[in-house]
């Protein structure tokens, strides 16, 4: 496993992290039993996994980490969680103060390596600066939390208004921002990306494969939009597979090619994935242990689809 410097936090992260969000929620979904999560996380840990990302609002899954993590050195892992300010904003809820202290209890630690501000975009930024930030910050200074960020709001801001915003405006707040890269989503690396290494601020890069990539009629659909819109040439990527060139050499599939693609862009720290199955799991550290696509596959990739975003 490749481990690589998570920004100005000077914190060691895995090149393949484990995010509990998403469908999957830590196989919650898929109906996995205590015994499974723990094997799964055994085996996370035994590939070299040590960046672990979830939140308070993602069903038990803190708790399930708390429970699978139990016994293992606190310096041999780092924890990432979240708590949802525009939640809050709009209908109350649990406070940023008691988030953070029921995500300690939850996962039975006394400190969380990294702390996120969920979905910040540019109606909300100044509020979570102004007003929730400082309660953060003071929680930091109890030992509470190491390092502070926020995550892109994908769906209201694909384009990266928010992470810009906040890049641009108050760079020495952020120590760690998550956002979307890959294949169909390459946007952030015009401007957003370049301003995270100029700061020296970490980039977690979360759901570099998700629905439209892995759904042929979502992913076919998303491209006849895109050759309507010009965001790409009305005779590209045509067909039922037109993502299978990629598939060559030592790739082994599409999905795998999404890893290394969103891996191997600069500033990358750590790109999440959120299966529950052990050998999706191997596969995907395997993809990444072979390192990045060939330099001409990237490039057409960026010839390709430069342009895009997809909020899915």
């Known amino acids: 496993m490749e481990y690589r410097t998570l920004g100005r936090t000077g914190l060691k992260v895995s090149l ?3 995010g509990t969000g998403g469908s999957r929620k830590f196989g919650a979904a898929q109906g996995t039993t205590a015994a499974d999560r723990q094997g799964f996380v055994r085996r996370a840990l035994d590939l070299g996994v040590n960046f672990f990302d979830t939140a308070g609002g993602y069903g038990e899954s803190e708790t399930y980490l ?3 993590l139990a016994g293992e050195p606190r310096d041999s892992y780092v924890l990432e969680t979240k708590w949802d300010g525009g939640a809050f904003l ?3 809820g649990i406070t940023v ?3 953070v202290e029921r995500s300690l209890v939850r996962m039975r630690t006394d400190h969380i390596d990294v702390f996120l501000f969920h979905m910040i975009d540019v ?3 100044e509020i979570h600066r102004d007003r929730f930030y400082p309660e953060v910050a003071k929680l930091k200074e ?9 995550t892109q709001t994908i769906k209201r801001e694909p384009k990266f208004e928010g992470v810009m915003k906040a890049l641009e405006s108050d760079p020495n707040l952020w120590d760690v921002v998550m956002l979307k890269y890959g294949i169909m989503n390459q946007q952030a690396a015009k401007a957003a990306l370049p301003l995270a290494k100029k700061h020296d601020i970490g980039i977690v890069n979360m759901a570099v494969v998700r629905t439209t990539l892995t759904n042929p009629d979502a992913m076919r659909s998303r491209l006849d939009e895109w050759r309507a819109d010009g965001t790409i040439s009305p005779d590209a990527l045509m067909g039922d597979s037109p993502f299978d060139w990629l598939v060559n050499g030592d790739v082994a599939s599409v999905a795998e090619a999404a890893y290394r693609f ?5 500033p990358m720290s750590t790109v999440l994935t959120g299966t529950s199955n052990i050998s999706h799991l191997e596969s995907n550290v395997a993809a990444l242990v072979r390192g990045p696509l060939t330099d001409s596959d990237t490039a057409k990739l960026v010839e390709l689809l430069g342009e895009s975003w997809s909020p899915d």
């Open 16 to 18: 393949l992290g484990y």
């Open 66 to 68: 708390g429970e699978t």
């Open 90 to 92: 709009e209908s109350g």
């Open 97 to 99: 103060t008691d988030s």
């Open 123 to 125: 109606p909300v930024y």
């Open 142 to 150: 109890q030992g509470k939390i190491g390092h502070i960020g926020f």
């Open 262 to 266: 969103g891996a191997y862009e600069d």
